[in-house]
Protein backbone atom coordinates (compact mmCIF):
# COMPACT_ATOMS: atom_id res chain seq x y z
CA UNK A 1 0.00 0.00 0.00
CA UNK A 2 2.64 2.49 0.96
CA UNK A 3 3.82 2.60 -2.84
CA UNK A 4 0.10 3.39 -3.90
CA UNK A 5 0.21 6.13 -1.35
CA UNK A 6 3.56 7.51 -2.61
CA UNK A 7 2.61 7.70 -6.47
CA UNK A 8 -0.25 9.84 -5.10
CA UNK A 9 1.79 12.09 -2.72
CA UNK A 10 4.27 12.15 -6.05
CA UNK A 11 1.59 12.72 -8.70
CA UNK A 12 -0.65 15.14 -6.47
CA UNK A 13 1.12 17.76 -8.21
CA UNK A 14 0.89 17.02 -11.38
CA UNK A 15 -1.84 19.32 -12.09
CA UNK A 16 -0.02 22.82 -12.71
CA UNK A 17 -3.57 25.13 -12.50
CA UNK A 18 -4.55 23.63 -9.38
CA UNK A 19 -2.62 22.82 -5.99
CA UNK A 20 -3.06 20.15 -3.56
CA UNK A 21 -3.98 19.67 0.13
CA UNK A 22 -1.97 17.81 2.55
CA UNK A 23 -1.36 17.95 6.25
CA UNK A 24 -0.07 14.88 8.32
CA UNK A 25 -0.25 14.12 12.38
CA UNK A 26 1.12 11.42 14.36
CA UNK A 27 -1.53 9.09 13.58
CA UNK A 28 -2.15 9.97 9.61
CA UNK A 29 -1.74 12.10 6.29
CA UNK A 30 -4.83 13.63 5.10
CA UNK A 31 -4.91 15.23 1.31
CA UNK A 32 -7.03 16.59 -1.28
CA UNK A 33 -5.54 16.14 -4.89
CA UNK A 34 -7.36 17.54 -7.95
CA UNK A 35 -8.97 15.31 -9.72
CA UNK A 36 -9.76 16.99 -12.92
CA UNK A 37 -8.26 19.93 -14.32
CA UNK A 38 -11.07 21.90 -13.96
CA UNK A 39 -10.96 21.05 -10.07
CA UNK A 40 -14.53 20.02 -10.26
CA UNK A 41 -13.77 16.85 -8.81
CA UNK A 42 -11.71 15.63 -5.73
CA UNK A 43 -9.68 12.61 -4.68
CA UNK A 44 -9.42 13.11 -0.77
CA UNK A 45 -6.54 10.57 0.48
CA UNK A 46 -6.54 9.28 4.07
CA UNK A 47 -3.34 7.05 5.02
CA UNK A 48 -3.29 5.87 8.38
CA UNK A 49 -0.30 4.64 9.94
CA UNK A 50 -1.22 2.13 12.69
CA UNK A 51 -4.53 0.18 10.11
CA UNK A 52 -2.93 -2.64 9.10
CA UNK A 53 -5.93 -3.94 7.09
CA UNK A 54 -5.97 -0.77 4.69
CA UNK A 55 -3.70 2.26 5.73
CA UNK A 56 -4.69 3.86 2.29
CA UNK A 57 -8.40 5.39 1.82
CA UNK A 58 -9.27 7.15 -1.34
CA UNK A 59 -12.31 9.04 -2.09
CA UNK A 60 -13.11 11.01 -5.39
CA UNK A 61 -16.15 13.87 -4.76
CA UNK A 62 -17.51 17.09 -6.67
CA UNK A 63 -15.26 19.89 -5.09
CA UNK A 64 -18.58 21.06 -3.21
CA UNK A 65 -18.55 17.78 -1.04
CA UNK A 66 -14.83 17.85 -1.38
CA UNK A 67 -14.64 21.08 0.57
CA UNK A 68 -16.89 20.21 3.46
CA UNK A 69 -14.64 16.98 4.03
CA UNK A 70 -11.59 18.97 3.89
CA UNK A 71 -13.23 21.45 6.51
CA UNK A 72 -14.42 18.88 8.53
CA UNK A 73 -11.07 17.16 8.74
CA UNK A 74 -9.33 20.49 9.79
CA UNK A 75 -11.66 21.71 12.27
CA UNK A 76 -12.27 18.27 13.62
CA UNK A 77 -9.78 15.99 12.87
CA UNK A 78 -6.62 17.77 13.01
CA UNK A 79 -7.64 20.20 15.62
CA UNK A 80 -7.36 17.38 17.67
CA UNK A 81 -3.31 17.06 17.29
CA UNK A 82 -3.24 20.63 16.96
CA UNK A 83 -4.43 22.52 20.07
CA UNK A 84 -3.56 26.43 19.26
CA UNK A 85 -5.81 25.64 15.64
CA UNK A 86 -8.44 28.65 15.09
CA UNK A 87 -11.11 26.70 14.52
CA UNK A 88 -13.08 29.67 14.32
CA UNK A 89 -11.31 31.41 12.05
CA UNK A 90 -11.18 28.91 9.71
CA UNK A 91 -15.16 28.72 9.87
CA UNK A 92 -15.25 32.51 9.79
CA UNK A 93 -13.21 32.49 6.37
CA UNK A 94 -15.36 29.52 4.94
CA UNK A 95 -18.75 31.15 5.46
CA UNK A 96 -16.73 33.95 3.69
CA UNK A 97 -16.14 32.16 0.68
CA UNK A 98 -19.80 30.20 0.63
CA UNK A 99 -21.08 31.52 -2.14
CA UNK A 100 -18.97 30.63 -4.42
CA UNK A 101 -18.64 27.74 -6.84
CA UNK A 102 -17.11 24.49 -5.52
CA UNK A 103 -13.89 24.57 -7.60
CA UNK A 104 -13.24 27.81 -6.73
CA UNK A 105 -14.27 27.40 -2.54
CA UNK A 106 -11.37 24.44 -2.44
CA UNK A 107 -8.87 26.48 -4.21
CA UNK A 108 -9.51 29.42 -2.03
CA UNK A 109 -9.23 27.38 1.43
CA UNK A 110 -6.15 25.22 0.02
CA UNK A 111 -4.51 28.71 -0.59
CA UNK A 112 -5.84 30.04 2.81
CA UNK A 113 -4.29 27.07 4.65
CA UNK A 114 -1.14 26.73 2.79
CA UNK A 115 -0.44 30.55 2.67
CA UNK A 116 -1.64 31.91 5.69
CA UNK A 117 -1.10 28.59 8.03
CA UNK A 118 0.76 30.93 10.57
CA UNK A 119 -3.01 32.77 11.11
CA UNK A 120 -4.52 29.68 11.94
CA UNK A 121 -1.72 27.83 14.32
CA UNK A 122 1.81 28.18 14.70
CA UNK A 123 2.63 24.39 13.88
CA UNK A 124 -0.19 24.02 11.40
CA UNK A 125 1.52 20.37 9.89
CA UNK A 126 0.38 21.50 6.52
CA UNK A 127 2.97 20.73 3.21
CA UNK A 128 3.21 24.70 1.58
CA UNK A 129 5.08 22.95 -2.13
CA UNK A 130 6.10 20.11 -3.45
CA UNK A 131 9.22 20.32 -1.78
CA UNK A 132 7.24 19.44 0.97
CA UNK A 133 6.08 15.99 -0.59
CA UNK A 134 9.14 14.28 1.04
CA UNK A 135 7.81 14.88 4.46
CA UNK A 136 4.98 12.56 3.98
CA UNK A 137 7.12 9.95 2.51
CA UNK A 138 9.21 9.99 5.43
CA UNK A 139 6.41 9.29 7.69
CA UNK A 140 5.85 5.96 5.84
Given at each position: ?????K??????????N????????????????P????????????Y??????E????????????????????????S???E???????????????????????????????NK????????????????????????
Amino acid sequence: MSDEFKNLVDSSYDNMNLVPFWIYTKDYIFGMIPADPNGERWTEVSYTFDDPDEPLITTERKADLSFQFLLEEVAKGVSFYVEDLNVNKLKDFAKSIDAKPGPEKMNAVISELINKSSEYSANLPVIKDKAGLQILKDKL
